[in-house]
C-alpha cells in the first residue's frame, strides 16, 4: 500500500513539473500574430515576448525552416518578403536558456505586393471548335491543335479522348477514346510525347504524339485531383483544384516544387486549364469568366483579364448547359504569337489579343 502511495505521488510530482514547463513557455508568446496578412515586399517585424523571470541567452527565428535572423533578447528582429513566395509561412522563435530551447510559432500570409492590371481582349479571328468536346486541356502544335476531352459516360459521345484536330477547319485528325471510367483532364506536349492527367483517378498516362499510342503510365499521387497542366521546356506545371500550382519532373513526373496563387486579397483557388506564354503562366479560373496571369517564380498574380461574353449567352443555342459548358482552354502560337481561347462543348475558337481596358 505504501509502494501504491509513494507510486502516485512520485506521479503527481511528475505532472506538476510538466505543468510548470507548459506555464512558463506558455507565458512566451510572438508577435506577429496568427494570421497576420503583409504585402510581398514589406518587412514583416519579428519579436517575442517573454516574462521577466526569463533571460535567454539568445534567440533564434526561423522562417519555415530557414534561419533568417537572432537577438540576445526580445529585440525586434526583420524579415524581408520580396524574394518570397506567396502564401502562408511559419515564423518559429527558439529561445535559448540554460541549455535548453522553447519554441514559439506564428504564422503569416504573404499577398501580392499589387493588385493585377485589369485586361480586356479583342477578338482577331474564329475558327471551328468541335461541340462534342469538353474542353479539359488545350495546345497548339506542330501547326495542329491538341486536346483533352474529359466525360465519362457509357456511351461513346460522353467519353474522355485525347485528339489532334485542324485550326482552320475543326475537323478532328485523330482521336483515341479513353477508358470509359476515366475522366481526362489537362495534357501537354513534351517533345515527341504527349502528357495526360485524369481527374480523381491519381494516374497520368504517356502517349506517342504522332501514333497515340500509350508508351507509359504514371502514378500522379502529387496534389487534390489532376487538373491542368502545361509545360515550359523544362519541366512540367500542374494545378489540383486549389491555388497551388506544383513543377513536375517532366520525365518522372514526381514533384520539384511549388507556388501558392495569390493577388493583394487572398488565393486564386480553382486554377484550372493552364498555357505557358513568355515566361509567365496563363491560367482559367473554373467557373469564372476570368485568366489570370501568374509569376511562375512567386505565384503573384500579375494581371487578369476579363474575358466575359466572348461566348454571349444570348447566342447559345436553346438547352445549353451554360453551368457545365464554361470557357477553359488556353493555346498559344510561339512563331506567330497567336493566342487560342475556347470552352467546354463550344462552338468556336478565338483568336484574342489581350489589351488594356
Not at 511559419?90 to 541549455?99: D, L, M, S
Request: hydrophobic share 35%; charged share 25%.
Amino acid at each position: 500500500m505504501n509502494k501504491r502511495i509513494a507510486f502516485f505521488a512520485l506521479i503527481a510530482a511528475l505532472a506538476y513539473g510538466c505543468t510548470n514547463n507548459d506555464k512558463t513557455a506558455g507565458d512566451i508568446t510572438i508577435s506577429p500574430d496568427a494570421g497576420t496578412s503583409y504585402k510581398s515586399g514589406d518587412v514583416i517585424a519579428a519579436k517575442v515576448n517573454l516574462p521577466g523571470d526569463i533571460k535567454p541567452d539568445s534567440v533564434v527565428y526561423l522562417l519555415d525552416s530557414t534561419r533568417v535572423g537572432s537577438a540576445k533578447d526580445s529585440s525586434v528582429v526583420k524579415i524581408k518578403t520580396d524574394s518570397l513566395g506567396l502564401g502562408a509561412r511559419v515564423i518559429t522563435a527558439k529561445v535559448y536558456q540554460g541549455g535548453k530551447s522553447t519554441d514559439v510559432t506564428t504564422n503569416v500570409v504573404l499577398l501580392s505586393a499589387k493588385a493585377p492590371e485589369e485586361l480586356s481582349y479583342t477578338v482577331e479571328k474564329t475558327f471551328p471548335h468541335d461541340t462534342a468536346s469538353y474542353t479539359e486541356g488545350l495546345q497548339y502544335a506542330d501547326g495542329v491543335i491538341y486536346e483533352s476531352d474529359g466525360g465519362v459516360s457509357a456511351s461513346p459521345e460522353g467519353r474522355s479522348s485525347l485528339r489532334k484536330a485542324d485550326l482552320n477547319t475543326g475537323k478532328v485528325l485523330k482521336i483515341r477514346d479513353g477508358d470509359p471510367k476515366i475522366f481526362s483532364e489537362g495534357l501537354s506536349v513534351v517533345g515527341d510525347k504527349i502528357v495526360q492527367l485524369t481527374w480523381t483517378e491519381k494516374i497520368g498516362y504517356v502517349y506517342d504524339k504522332k501514333t497515340f499510342e500509350i508508351i507509359n503510365k504514371f502514378n500522379n499521387n502529387v496534389g487534390v485531383e489532376g487538373w491542368g497542366l502545361c509545360f515550359d521546356g523544362t519541366k512540367l506545371y500542374m494545378d489540383d483544384s486549389t491555388n497551388r500550382i506544383w513543377f513536375l519532373d517532366k520525365d518522372k513526373f514526381n514533384a520539384t516544387g511549388f507556388i501558392d496563387v495569390y493577388d493583394d486579397k487572398g488565393p486564386i483557388n480553382k486554377l484550372n486549364e493552364m498555357e505557358y506564354i513568355n515566361g509567365l503562366i496563363y491560367a482559367n479560373v473554373y467557373e469564372t469568366d476570368d485568366i489570370v496571369v501568374i509569376n511562375p517564380k512567386t505565384g503573384s498574380v500579375l494581371q487578369r483579364i476579363n474575358m466575359a461574353n466572348i461566348y454571349p449567352l444570348n447566342t447559345r443555342p436553346a438547352g445549353f448547359d451554360n453551368d457545365n459548358n464554361v470557357l477553359n482552354g488556353i493555346a498559344y502560337d510561339k512563331a506567330t504569337s497567336r493566342i487560342f481561347v475556347t470552352g467546354k462543348k463550344w462552338p468556336k475558337m478565338y483568336q484574342v489579343k489581350f489589351v488594356k481596358k
